[in-house]
């Protein structure tokens, strides 16, 4: 289902290309051009009866969630061609209960406080697409398991390193990681660090505050993804390691203590800060954490997507890794759901420069399902197994996966210049979105969906059962793939 669903956006790419004679349009050439300007102060104002006549969608989520609270802080994504300033300066006019917070990040979306009657004009403004809550999401990381492997036994068997020694390294390609940032200094990245943003909201209401370095809301440039400050040690403990630890997989390069090489060890590192951290105890409790807790909102993984696409193409990104979510079980995709597919735009904008959106699965041990956002159609969704090829206890699984990986006591960088063993769907995804990155090397011109197919039919296929329904998703085999001999 997800092959097919990449390959028919393809298609609907290339047809658009033939026909204008020009490339798709991307995120990155909006952010210049204006949208249509209101012609007076409050014109298309959110009661207005000029509408699209089939109105935005409603997350019900959110329906819900505002009907008990004053107001929640959602994301207003809009139609193409419209104009940020102007639907935000009339929802500011709509309710004192409303308050825009953000509005000069995106040319694509905002994000607002909004309450009850602010919801009911929206409903009925033809310039919105969608509105549901800017979520909170949790890295998917679990504690060490109880068999130890390591970075060195999981890229042995997926022949990443079989690869390597073959000359495919991942040289020339980047691999972008949105996650808790990255040790700058740490040895497994030595000069393969090419460029760093973070996106990062405080909200007084939620109890978050910024990671950013600058303790702004976002950072770019050398630094911003900087793992090791103040706000990452929580009883002199680096809490935002798992970053690092996701980066060395997909792309560490072997130095004097590391396991191994990661599976792409030439390949470049574009690390994005995305977390916030929380202090809210109540909050952080009702996640299964205890305060402070780092979390990421659906409108910085947004923003930095949307970074990524404006330096795609002069960084060569063959991949973005996504080690987080939550939700679920998603059985299907969850493209009709407005806040489980808030980033499908970004996801589907990506696709259409080459750049694979690799996902983790999830932790829940859903026996038919996934969380968000690896349930976007879009996405490459990856599930964790062991270093025997059997399923992680505790992967999600389904038709909607596209790969296993390995994902059980992976030992991989830490901050500190260290490494450490952590378990999880987290650390499956870099396998895959470092195995992108060897093939964007090998085969430069290859789609999204070539790529995965060429995964899908060289991988070893693990057999499971997905809700008492016989199912079979492949393990991805970088050797293979590659088409290099086996040792």
Known sequence: MRLRSLLARAAALATTTAVLGTAPALYAETYDTPGPPSATPGAGALNADSTDTTGPVISEALVREIQSKTRVRSIIQLRPGQSVK???????????????????ASPNFFVAEVDQMTLARLKKDGRVQSVYKDELSAPTPLAAWENPGGLEISTNLIGSNRANDAGWTGRGATVAVLDTGIDRDHPFFTGRLVDEACFSSSDAGD????????????????????????????????????GTHVAGIAAGRMVTGAPSNGVAPEAGILAIQVFSRMDNAMSCATRGATAPCFLSYTSDQKLALEYVARVARSRNVASVNMSLGGGGPFTQACDADPSASAVKPEFDTLVGLGVAPVVAAGNNGFANGVSAPACISTAVTVGASDNQDALATFTNRGPLLDLFAPGVAIRSSVPGGTYQEKSGTSMAAPHVAGTFALLKQEYPDFTVAQTLQRLQTTGRGLQYTADQTPTITPRVDAAAATGTAAA
Do not use: K
């Open 86 to 104: 102007a639907v935000a300066g009339d929802i500011e006019r709509a309710s004192e209960g409303s308050r825009v917070l953000e509005t000069a």
């Open 207 to 242: 109890g978050t505050v910024s990671l950013c370095p600058n303790n702004q809301p976002s950072q770019t440039g050398a630094g911003a993804a900087d793992a090791e400050t103040a706000q990452c040690v929580v009883n002199q403990v680096n809490a935002c390691s798992h």
